[in-house]
């Protein structure tokens, strides 16, 4: 469609997905405002509706100005990320891992990159010392003040966490670049982090799940 600001037209693709929903959708057009963006840029604020039944939510999204008579997408103003999964044990953990994750998520879906990849390692920390706490009450009040790194390092003996704890020092890595000073992974960024913390959370389901079948389920055969 076209955008008109004092007799000028400016093209621009509809938005095809609902920041709210994540639904592919024909959005109705509302209302529109240009303004100056952040370099200065001319900028159009544009107001939609989703079309989606069950959600019908009001979204903001912005354009800018780059060639005469034409404006691309930069950004959602609004709306809510994708929730990754996270499995049962997880959930069950009396722990701040997935509202720390989440606020991380909101942070880096705000566009605050720096301030989300140190959301990610922080989660990362509550998701390793209250998982270890919850398998071993006695490391309660031993482990919390320590390094995770040497918390990791000293835990998950197990060979059968090897995978989990070599998962663990890498996301650990990842996350204190997006903490301290100095970068050392240049190659590897928030989406890396992101992916090796879901690997982290699908190989601790993995292992509990074994866990629970060996132990639980003996042989009743009788032959
Ligand atoms: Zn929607």
């Not at 912005?62 to 999964?85: C, M, Q, R, S, W």
Request: net charge negative; charged share 25%; proline share 3%.
């Amino acid at each position: 469609m076209y955008l008109t600001s004092e007799n000028h037209h400016y093209s621009i693709e509809n938005p095809s997905i609902c920041p709210h929903c994540h639904r592919g959708i024909e959005p109705i057009f509302i209302s529109s405002a240009i303004g100056k963006g952040g370099n200065n840029s001319d900028i159009f604020c544009t107001v939609w509706r989703c079309t989606f039944k069950d959600c019908k939510r009001i979204f903001v999204a912005e354009y800018t100005v780059n060639t005469p008579g034409a404006a691309i997408f930069t950004k959602f103003l609004d709306g809510t990320p994708i929730e990754p999964h996270f499995p049962e044990i997880i959930v069950k953990f009396e722990s701040k891992f997935i509202k720390t994750y989440m606020q991380a998520l909101q942070a880096e879906n705000l566009g605050l990159d720096e301030i989300a990849g140190m959301g990610y390692r922080k989660a990362i920390e509550y998701l390793v010392k209250d998982y270890l706490i919850q398998k071993d009450q006695n490391l309660e009040g031993n482990i919390e003040d320590l390094a995770l790194s040497n918390v990791i390092d000293q835990n998950f003996t197990d060979s059968r966490e090897n995978d989990l704890k070599d998962l663990l020092k890498r996301a650990t890595w990842l996350g204190n670049d997006m903490t301290h000073y100095l970068k050392y992974h240049e190659n590897f960024d928030i989406e890396d982090l992101k992916n090796l913390i879901k690997l982290v959370m699908d190989e601790i389901h993995s292992i509990e799940q074994k866990r629970h079948y060996i132990t639980n389920l003996q042989n009743k055969n009788k032959k």
